[in-house]
């Protein structure tokens, strides 16, 4: 496999307060499978809006499909964004919009004939649980039937890269380990996956899952070799 995602001393810092992020380097390899992991406060959030161009370095390398995105024009952002998909932590749904049409969006924004639409829309909300809500809109739904939706926008597109920031808090242990089950099944397609948690249940469900640990703003872990739980050495 190779580097779908190259940081190289990648410094983050709001305003003029000390860094969030500090010489962060690391290379994520197309179609695996990743786990960020670490305290609250330890970057998380931060390194991922720089994964999907929410946010550019304050200094630093990002090579995101073998380009340079830290100097790209914003004219080509709106593509290299739409090869991502996004779990955000606050869901992030259009408020006017219905359960079905906050899924479909990202099918919308890509071209796709609305004919080509419904079928793969109606099966997501089968697949996360929300078959008999489609016509809801995000205000009627509860916390954790809108993470569900928000995941479904997030890959119903099946997105190169898939990023997810706490994606399973709002749901109860066994749509977690469902909604995980997709991200997984989407990985085996090619799609990169990378998973901001704090759960460290979850962590042993992904069998070739690897690893990147923050820790006040450094990886811990920069090779995402480890596992979680380590492996034994051969006796």
Same mark, same amino acid.
């Given at each position: 496999?190779? %580097? &779908? $995602?190259q940081f190289e001393n990648v410094g983050l810092r709001y305003g003029t307060g000390a860094e969030t992020l500090s010489d962060v380097s690391f290379t994520l390899e197309a179609g695996a499978f990743y786990f960020l992991t670490g305290p609250s406060g330890a970057g998380k959030t931060s390194l991922l809006k720089l994964l999907y161009l929410a946010q550019r370095p304050s200094r630093g390398m990002i090579h995101l499909f073998d380009e340079d995105v830290v100097t790209l024009p914003r004219s080509r952002m709106p593509g290299f964004r739409r090869r991502i998909g996004v779990v955000f932590q606050d869901f992030r749904l259009v408020p006017y919009l219905s359960a079905y049409d906050n899924i479909a969006l990202p099918l919308r924004v890509s071209g796709v004939e609305e004919r080509d639409i419904e079928t793969p829309v109606r099966e997501m +909300?089968?697949?996360?649980? +929300?078959? *008999?809500?489609? =016509? @809801?809109? /995000?205000?009627? +739904?509860? %916390? *954790?039937e809108q993470q569900r939706v928000?995941?479904?926008? @997030? $890959?119903?597109?099946? /997105?190169? &890269?898939l990023v997810a920031d706490e994606p399973t808090g709002n749901v109860d242990p066994e749509m977690a380990a469902r909604l995980l089950h997709l991200f997984a099944a989407l990985n085996t397609l090619g799609t990169t996956v990378i998973v901001?948690?704090?759960? &460290?249940?979850l962590l042993t469900r992904v069998s070739e899952a690897k690893m990147l640990r923050l820790d006040r703003g450094? +990886?811990? =872990?920069?090779t995402g070799a480890l596992r979680y739980p380590p492996r034994r050495p051969a006796a």
């Open positions: 496999m190779t %580097g &779908i $995602v +909300l089968n697949w996360v649980g +929300l078959s *008999g809500r489609a =016509d @809801a809109r /995000p205000a009627t +739904l509860s %916390g *954790g928000a995941i479904a926008r @997030a $890959v119903i597109a099946r /997105p190169e &890269i901001a948690t704090h759960d &460290i249940h450094r +990886l811990a =872990d920069p």
